[in-house]
């Protein structure tokens, strides 16, 4: 496991919510892992 640590401002407008990233040296592999592994703690709706 790794650990990333990485400056972000957090903005929300309205509807959604944006990231503001510093440009660091994160290859683009392991930050879509990242968002990948954020993206599967949502919750998923239920099929009717």
């Known amino acids: 496991e790794k650990l990333v640590k990485i400056g972000a401002k957090v903005v929300s407008h ?8 510093a440009e660091v040296a994160v ?10 592994l954020i993206d599967d703690l949502r919750r998923r709706p239920v099929p009717a």
């Open 27 to 36: 290859p683009r592999e392991l930050f879509q892992k990242i968002l990948s």
């Open 14 to 21: 309205g509807r959604y919510v944006t990231f503001q990233l």
